[in-house]
Structure formats: C-alpha cells, structure tokens
C-alpha cells in the first residue's frame, strides 16, 4: 500500500521569509513517481514537479526548489522568498510506475503568507 | 493548448436529485481519472479510464454512482440519486502514456463543486 504524509496541516509566514512544506511517503515499489500540486483559494489543482526515483538530484524553479531524498523517503518543498500569492494547500503525491498511475495523495499543507 | 475541461463549475440540487459532471480531458491524452475532494477524507480517486475503457472503479462509493466515457473527448460522472453526503469538490484529469511503464503527469480540470441541499 502506498501512503503518503504531510504531517504541517498549516504554516504562517511573512512574506519574504522562506518555507519549507515536507512530504514523507511510503512505498514497496521500487520505481515511483512523486508529485506536487498546488491549490489556490481559486480551487484548481496545478501541476508543479514530478520526479522518477531514479533521479535523487534537486530541483530549482525559480523560487520553488525540491529536496528529494530517497534514504528518509521525503520530498520536500522550499519556497525562497515567499510572496502573498504563494498562498495555497500544497498537495504531494505518489505513483506507482505503469500507464495506470493512481494518484496517492497527501492531506495537504495550506500555506498562508502575510504580509 | 486547452486544458482539462469540466461542466457546470458549480452545481446546487436536492436531496433525491439525478447530477451529472461532465469532462473533457486534453486533446490525445490517454487516461482520465475522477477525483472527489472534501474536508473529510481529502483527494481520492473514483475511477480512471483508459482508452475509453473503465480500468479501477474500486474507489466509486456505491451503486448510485456511475461513469462512461462514449469516446475519446468526453467522460460523465453520474450520480442518481444524489444525497447530502455527496456534496464534494469532483475534479477530472488526464494524462498521457508516453511509454509502456512510464508515469506522465496528471493534468486536472478547474472541478465542479456540487452541493446536494
């Protein structure tokens, strides 16, 4: 069984400040997929990264960096400079590999940055 | 491109009531799956299609939900009837095999918040 953990239910910063929203996730697979999604007070789901177990290098997009390590199963978010419109629940999510990837999705971080 | 569309966005009916969703999923895409959100018990999947063809309908919630997808551009979740429990956010989505065994991103649709009174 798959499962995946966001044990922050909320986080309050102030703007500027940087963030980081963890993600720990458990899988007898031993390929998978991991996501992240965000969810705007607007209410759409938008796809942010997908990372392959195979590939343990971190990712930097701009603001957004994501630390994937395979060792302590987790794969978390850092935003850098946090900006009001960050504000979200930010959802991870695993896939086992196979053209029927079944989201498993975490219960979600809302992320509220004030400034 | 288009994304991931989903009809109505809002939807508001009683108790006892036939609703009906509908998605049309990204152009060449391969899969689609419906999501149910609430407060209670998060994202979770009710069925994914692929080619056209009902693959996991594990997570629909009982015999008063159903859901078709005639061709490749359209799906319909249905719910008949409808109760207060079912009031939840319903996203679709859509994603493309690219190779047998590969994983492709999940595009999801804005959702329709359905609201059973």
């Known amino acids: 069984a798959q499962k995946v953990t966001q044990a922050q239910t909320e986080i309050s910063v102030v703007e500027k400040e940087d963030v980081t929203l963890d993600c720990v996730y458990e899988?007898?697979?031993?390929?998978?997929?991991l996501f992240w999604y965000k969810q705007p007070p607007s209410g759409e789901l938008v796809f942010l990264i997908r990372r392959n177990s195979f590939d343990e290098q971190n990712e930097i997009s701009g603001r957004y960096s994501w630390n994937f390590q395979k060792s302590t199963s987790s794969f978390n978010f850092t935003i850098t400079a946090s900006q009001v419109v960050d504000s979200a629940v930010y959802f991870c999510a695993l896939s086992p590999p196979g053209g029927g990837n079944k989201l498993t999705f975490g219960t979600g971080t809302q992320l509220k940055v004030e400034l | 491109d288009a994304g991931v569309i989903q009809s109505p966005r809002h939807e508001v009916t009683e108790m006892g009531q036939e609703v009906t969703l509908r998605c049309k999923p990204i152009?060449?895409?391969?899969?689609l799956f419906w999501y149910r959100q609430t407060m209670m018990r998060g994202l979770e999947l009710l069925i994914y299609?692929?080619?056209?063809?009902?693959?996991?309908d594990s997570g629909m919630p009982e015999d008063r939900f159903s859901a078709k997808m005639p061709n490749a551009s359209f799906s319909t979740l249905k719910i008949q009837p409808s109760e207060p429990r079912d009031s939840a956010v319903y996203f679709c989505?859509?994603?493309?095999?690219?190779?047998?065994?590969?994983?492709?991103?999940?595009?999801f649709g804005p959702g329709t918040r359905l609201t059973v009174l």
């Open positions: 899988t007898r697979d031993t390929t998978y997929y």
């Open positions: 989505a859509s994603s493309l095999a690219r190779t047998s065994g590969s994983t492709d991103t999940q595009y």
């Open positions: 299609f692929n080619n056209n063809v009902p693959i996991d």
């Open positions: 152009s060449g895409h391969d899969y």
